[in-house]
C-alpha cells in the first residue's frame, strides 16, 4: 500500500521545482513574498497606531521593506509598531539579499550561456560552415576575402569544441576580417536546436567541412531533414562538400538530394598533380583561378553581345579574358570560335571582380607580323616518382592521356607490394578498366632516403621528381575502408611524412648542385607551414593538398556552377589549361601586346589566358594582363593557354 506524502514533503517538493524553474521564476516569488509581508505588515500597523489609514500604513511597511532606513525616523513611543515595522524590515533585508544574489547568479548564467554560444543567430545571405578544423582558417580566409567587396557579410562556423577556443584560434590564424563577422557556436550539428539556432535556412550557402566521409554524409542527412521540415529545402541555398573516397560519392549525393555539390578529393587532386609534374608552375597558376586574391571565374550576362560569334568577342574585354559561355545553366569551356551567342547567354570571364570588365568593342592594334606557327615537337616526358600514396593510380591515369609515346614513369618506394604495382599498370579507375598506353611504368623497392640511391635514379636523365607525401591520409583511411592498398608500414602521421618530404628536396638539392644537373620538382605537402620551410630547397611546385581543396570548397560555395567548369578546366576531354613555349607562338625578343597573342591563340582555337616568363628577378607568372601591355619572350618563357590539346 503506498504512503501518502506528508504536508512537509509535498511542501518541500513544491519548494524544490520552485527553485529549480530558473531566476524568473524566483524573483517572482520574492516579490510574492514581499507583498504578502509588506500587506500583512501595514494591516497589523494600521492596528497598532491610530492615526493612520490602511492605505498610509501599507506604505509605510513598504517603504521599511526596501529601505532599512526608514526605521531609525519611526516614534518610539509606539512600542508595538516599531517592533512590528523591525520584522517588516528584517525580512526585507533577507529578501534583498536573496534577490540580489538571484539577479547576479542568473546575469552568470546568461553571459556563460552566451560564451558557449548557446544564442540563437539572426541574419540573412550568411555563410554557414559545419565542421571546426584545420582546413577551416584556409575557409575563412577566402570567405572573408570574397565577402571584402559587400558592406556587411557574416560567416557561422558549428563546431564541437567550446565557442571560446574556436573563437580565440580564429583570431590567432586571421589578422583582417575587414567587413566579415565571424560567429561560433557549439553543439552537435545534427541537434535540430543547434542548426535552427543557426538560421540555416536563410542562409546564402552551407559549406560541411568534415574530415570523414562518414561525418559529412550525416551532416547532409542533417540539413537535408531541417531544411525540409522548415520548408526551406527549395530555396537558392546550397551545400558544398568534399568526399575522400570513391566508393562513398554516390551515398553523398544521395543524402544531398540535389542540393549539394559534391567534389571528389582525391580525383581533384591527382588531376592537379598530373598537370603540375609535367608544367613547371603550374600550380601557382590553378591556385590563382581558385582563391579570391586577385582574379577569378565569374558567370554575367551581357545583352550587347547577342548575335556576335564567341571568337569575334576576346578582344572586347580590355581587363578580363573571356573563357567561356554558360548556356542554359551548362558551362562551355572555349566553344569553337564561331559559336553565336544567343540571347539569355552568360559570358564566362576571368576577372578581378564581378561587374568591373565590359566589354567595349575597340580596334585593337595587332602585330599579326610576330606570329610563329612553328610548333615545337612533342618529347617524350620521363618522370621520378618518390613515394606512394593511393592517389597515384589516379594520377598515372591522367598523365596517360596527356603525355607522348614512349613517356617514362619510375617509382621508387621504400616498400612495394604486388597489389601496388598491378594497380599502378592499369587504371582501375575507369569503367573499361584499361592498360596504360603512353607510359611504361616500372617499379623499384629501395631506400629513397639514401643519398646514394637518389644519384642513381637521377642518372638516367630524369628531367621531373615527383614527391608523394606517404601520410596515413589515404582515401580509404579517412573514411574508414579498410580495402586500402597502402602499405601498412610505410604510411605515417601527416607531419612525419612532410618532414620526410623536406629530407628528400634538402638530399635532392644537393645532388643537383654536386652533379650539375637539373630537374623540375613538384612536391606534395600537407601543411602550409612545412611549404614555407621547404623554400631554401628551390622547388618548382608545391601542391598542398588540404589547401587546394578548401579554395576549390569555397569558389563552389559561392557560385555551384563552377564545379562543372574546374572539371572541365581539368578534365582530359574537352579543353585544359596547357603552359606551351612562347617561341611556338611569337618570334623571340620582339615586343607584343596582349590583343595580339588573344588573336593568335584564337586563330588556333586557343584563348590566352597569361604568361610565365624567366629573367632576372626571377620568375613570375602573369594570368589576366590587360590587354593593351605589351611583352617581349626568350625562349625560357611560355604562354598560359586553354586548349584542346
Known amino acids: 500500500m503506498n504512503k501518502k506524502p506528508s504536508f512537509r514533503q509535498k ?28 500587506v500583512i505588515g501595514g494591516i497589523l500597523g494600521s492596528l497598532c497606531s491610530g492615526d493612520l489609514s490602511a492605505g498610509n500604513s501599507v506604505w509605510q511597511s513598504l517603504m521599511h521593506a526596501i529601505d532599512a532606513g526608514t526605521l531609525a525616523g519611526d516614534d518610539t513611543a509606539n512600542v508595538g509598531f516599531v517592533i512590528l515595522m523591525s520584522v517588516v524590515t528584517l525580512c526585507g533585508i533577507f529578501v534583498t539579499s536573496i534577490l540580489i544574489g538571484i539577479i547576479s547568479s542568473g546575469f552568470e548564467e546568461k553571459l556563460t550561456s552566451l560564451r558557449k554560444g548557446f544564442s540563437v543567430v539572426i541574419e540573412n545571405q550568411h555563410t554557414v560552415i559545419i565542421g571546426f578544423n584545420d582546413g577551416i582558417y584556409t575557409l ?84 537535408v531533414a531541417y531544411l525540409k521540415s522548415r520548408d526551406a529545402f527549395d530555396n537558392e541555398a546550397h551545400i558544398t562538400t568534399l568526399i575522400h573516397n570513391e566508393e562513398n560519392i554516390d551515398a553523398a549525393r544521395i543524402a544531398g538530394e540535389g542540393k549539394a555539390e559534391v567534389i571528389f578529393l582525391t580525383d581533384v587532386l591527382a588531376r592537379i598533380i598530373a598537370h603540375t609534374c609535367r608544367q613547371p608552375g603550374m600550380s601557382l597558376v590553378l591556385t590563382d583561378f581558385f582563391d579570391f586574391d586577385g582574379d577569378e571565374f565569374y558567370f554575367e550576362e551581357f545583352p550587347e553581345l547577342a548575335g556576335k560569334t564567341f571568337g569575334s568577342i576576346l578582344n572586347w574585354f580590355c581587363s578580363s579574358v573571356v573563357v567561356g559561355i554558360d548556356r542554359n545553366g551548362v558551362p562551355m569551356l572555349n566553344p569553337p570560335m564561331d559559336t553565336v551567342i544567343r540571347p539569355g547567354d552568360q559570358i564566362i570571364h576571368l576577372a578581378a571582380d564581378d561587374g568591373v570588365s565590359l566589354p567595349v568593342e575597340v580596334e585593337p592594334e595587332l602585330q599579326m607580323d610576330c606570329e610563329q606557327t612553328q610548333d615545337a615537337p612533342e618529347q617524350p616526358y620521363h618522370l621520378l616518382v618518390l613515394g606512394y600514396n593511393g592517389s597515384l593510380p589516379l594520377i598515372l591515369h591522367e598523365l596517360d592521356q596527356y603525355v607522348a609515346d614512349g613517356s617514362t614513369v619510375t617509382l621508387a618506394c621504400t616498400s612495394l607490394t604486388d597489389d601496388m604495382v598491378e594497380d599502378l599498370q592499369s587504371s582501375h579507375h575507369t569503367p573499361e578498366h584499361s592498360e596504360l598506353t603512353h607510359l611504361r611504368f616500372t617499379a623499384r623497392q629501395c631506400n629513397i632516403y639514401s643519398k646514394e640511391v637518389l644519384t642513381e635514379l637521377l642518372k638516367n636523365g630524369t628531367t621531373d621528381v615527383l614527391l608523394l607525401n606517404q601520410a596515413d591520409c589515404s582515401p580509404d583511411n579517412i573514411s574508414g575502408s579498410s580495402n586500402s592498398n597502402t602499405d601498412s608500414s610505410s604510411v605515417t602521421s601527416s607531419e612525419e611524412a612532410d618532414s620526410k618530404t623536406l629530407l628528400l628536396l634538402l638530399q635532392l638539392r644537393d645532388i643537383a648542385s654536386r652533379m650539375q644537373i637539373e630537374f623540375n620538382i613538384t612536391s606534395e605537402m600537407h601543411s602550409v607551414e612545412n611549404q614555407r620551410l621547404s623554400k631554401v630547397a628551390k622547388v618548382n611546385d608545391f601542391v598542398v593538398g588540404s589547401t587546394i581543396a578548401n579554395l576549390i570548397l569555397t569558389q563552389v560555395s559561392e557560385n555551384r556552377k563552377l564545379v562543372a567548369l574546374f572539371e572541365d578546366l581539368l578534365d582530359a576531354d574537352g579543353s585544359e589549361i596547357y603552359m606551351k613555349p612562347a617561341s611556338s607562338y611569337v618570334q623571340l625578343n620582339k615586343t607584343v601586346n596582349m590583343y595580339t597573342l588573344t588573336e593568335i591563340a584564337k586563330n588556333r582555337g586557343e584563348i590566352f589566358v597569361g604568361y610565365k616568363k624567366q629573367d632576372r628577378n626571377g620568375l613570375s607568372l602573369i594570368t589576366n594582363p590587360v590587354k593593351n601591355t605589351s611583352v617581349s619572350f626568350s625562349d625560357e618563357d611560355y604562354l598560359i593557354v586553354i586548349a584542346e590539346e
Open 140 to 223: 575563412l580566409s577566402e570567405l572573408v576575402e570574397a565577402n571584402a567587396n559587400q558592406k556587411r557579410g557574416c560567416i557561422l562556423v558549428i563546431g564541437e569544441q567550446d565557442k571560446e577556443f574556436m573563437d580565440e584560434e580564429i583570431k590567432a590564424h586571421i589578422e583582417d576580417f575587414k567587413t566579415t563577422e565571424i560567429i561560433c557556436r557549439s553543439g552537435n550539428f545534427t541537434n535540430n536546436h543547434l542548426l535552427e539556432m543557426a538560421s540555416i535556412e536563410t542562409a546564402r550557402s552551407i559549406i560541411i567541412n568534415q574530415q570523414s566521409d562518414f561525418q559529412v554524409i550525416k551532416a547532409l542527412l542533417a540539413v
Open 11 to 38: 511542501a518541500r517538493y513544491w519548494f524544490d521545482r520552485l527553485m529549480g524553474k530558473g531566476t524568473i521564476a524566483l524573483v517572482g516569488m520574492l516579490f510574492l513574498v514581499t507583498a504578502i509581508v509588506v
